[in-house]
């Protein structure tokens, strides 16, 4: 089998959307690929247009997380119910999974929380008035 069929695909994948240099792709594939070969890979495949259309569409994921993420705190803070509380900490947990952006951890674990008080906490870390 010949080495593209076994390796282009993960060295593209670790190219575009680890964002790993060809070297470091190399040493990864424990020298089974050249580096040259990668670049010829690479310009071939287009792997950088590939990569900055992989980092664009990423930010607009991002983006639009977050302003889902915006109108749900606001009305979360208008009607504190379970389920928008609920809404609210499931969109930050997926901002979380595409940004790492940090969440808040809930500070009040074994105590009564305020849903109200939490929501605000979340707010206020995020840069939300």
Same mark, same amino acid.
């Given at each position: 089998?010949?080495?593209?069929?076994?390796?282009?695909?993960?060295?593209?994948?670790? =190219?575009?959307?680890? @964002?790993?240099?060809?070297? %470091?792709?190399?040493? *990864?594939? !424990? @020298?089974? $690929?050249?580096?040259? &070969?990668? =670049?010829? /890979?690479?310009?071939? !495949?287009? /792997?950088? %247009?590939?990569?900055?259309?992989?980092?664009?569409? &990423?930010?607009?994921?991002?983006?639009?997380?977050?302003?889902?993420?915006?109108?749900?705190?606001?009305?979360?803070?208008?009607?504190?119910?379970?389920?928008?509380?609920?809404?609210?900490?499931? %969109?930050?947990?997926?901002?979380?999974? /595409?940004?790492? $952006?940090?969440? *808040?951890?809930?500070?009040?674990?074994?105590?009564?929380?305020?849903?109200?008080?939490?929501?605000?906490?979340?707010?206020?870390?995020?840069?939300?008035?």
């Amino acid at each position: 089998m010949a080495k593209a069929a076994i390796y282009f695909e993960e060295a593209q994948r670790l =190219y575009v959307q680890e @964002g790993l240099s060809l070297d %470091t792709i190399a040493n *990864i594939l !424990g @020298g089974k $690929v050249s580096r040259k &070969t990668l =670049y010829n /890979w690479k310009v071939a !495949g287009d /792997w950088d %247009t590939k990569r900055k259309n992989y980092l664009k569409d &990423t930010e607009d994921i991002q983006n639009q997380l977050i302003q889902l993420f915006r109108t749900m705190l606001k009305e979360a803070l208008k009607n504190p119910s379970a389920q928008n509380v609920n809404a609210v900490l499931r %969109t930050a947990g997926a901002i979380k999974l /595409w940004q790492g $952006v940090k969440v *808040i951890k809930e500070e009040t674990e074994g105590k009564e929380t305020n849903l109200k008080d939490l929501l605000k906490a979340i707010s206020e870390t995020i840069g939300e008035s």
